[in-house]
């Protein structure tokens, strides 16, 4: 069979930033490193790091010395004010398109506006801008009027573009002035419009990618609307060799927290199969 992977997959930039930036660490350090939740949403980089002693923990407050990183999803506004008082040391790795979602946030509440995020509630990014406008903000996943004079929205950045423009135009009906700003990546942009594309071309299309991550999870829904033969994987051992009869073309994209070497090692069991 023949494999055609996106040019976009593997790790976005801010992935990338994060995952150096603690691999560095881990080389400085010898004393125990944590971060708040997952660093990135791939159970393997996740478990591969804990091995090396960053350990993921639910509750800051469990936390009394060694090193917290702020992972790139952004932490809650409390616990970065925990991690202060506490003196604990501390590395941000938060993605710089994150941190631009919470300021853009911040300046529509300062400028008397009704803040949307329009994203997962659950998700921790999201979880993260709302608790910077002290939890004031509405989270919405789907198209609803919100009856506001001044309605300002901004985007979780692993959003679908479908997903936000049906709640923007939704936010219309209701406000007398409303201000918009797209903070979807564009790296998640370009993969989810790769995703179609490669899709239409593939007999088979494989999604590679954490189970938990908002951003794979979007690309696998998209990609199949397309081609309904789509499966999201998250290593090569997930794959079954009756998804394949009779396919000739497999196309393979990784979501933005997907590394490398477990593309590759996809990539080589399907033309093995």
Not at 13 to 40: C, N, Q, W
């Amino acid at each position: 069979m023949e494999t055609v992977k996106s040019e976009h997959s593997s790790f976005c930039f801010g992935v990338k930033r994060a995952i150096d930036r603690v691999m560095k660490e881990i080389e400085r350090k010898s004393h125990a490193i944590y971060t708040l939740g997952p660093i990135i949403h791939n159970p393997q980089i996740v478990s591969m790091l804990k091995e090396k002693g960053v350990i993921p923990v639910d509750d800051v407050t469990d936390i009394s010395d060694g090193t917290v990183v702020f992972r790139t999803h952004g932490i809650k506004k409390e616990e970065e004010e925990y991690i202060q008082k506490k003196g604990l040391e501390s590395i941000d790795v938060t993605c710089p398109f994150v941190k631009r979602v919470r300021k853009r946030a911040m300046y529509l509440k300062k400028h008397g506006y009704q803040v949307v995020i329009i994203g997962d509630k659950n998700h921790a990014e999201v979880k993260s801008v709302l608790s910077y406008l002290d939890n004031d903000g509405i989270v919405l996943q789907e198209s609803c009027r919100i009856d506001a004079r001044k309605i300002g929205a901004v985007s979780q950045t692993t959003l679908d573009r479908e997903t936000f423009t049906s709640v923007v135009t939704g936010l219309l009906d209701g406000a007398e002035e409303i201000r918009v700003y797209d903070t979807i990546c564009r790296s998640t942009q370009v993969r989810q419009q790769e995703a179609v594309k490669l899709a239409g071309l593939v007999d088979v299309m494989l999604v590679i990618g954490g189970k938990n991550s908002s951003n794979t999870t979007k690309l696998y829904k998209i990609a199949k609307k397309v081609q309904p033969k789509t499966y999201h994987i998250e290593t090569d051992k997930d794959l079954k060799s009756d998804w394949f009869r009779g396919a000739r073309k497999v196309g393979l994209i990784g979501g933005s927290s997907t590394p490398d070497f477990i593309i590759d090692l996809v990539d080589r069991r399907v033309k093995n199969l």
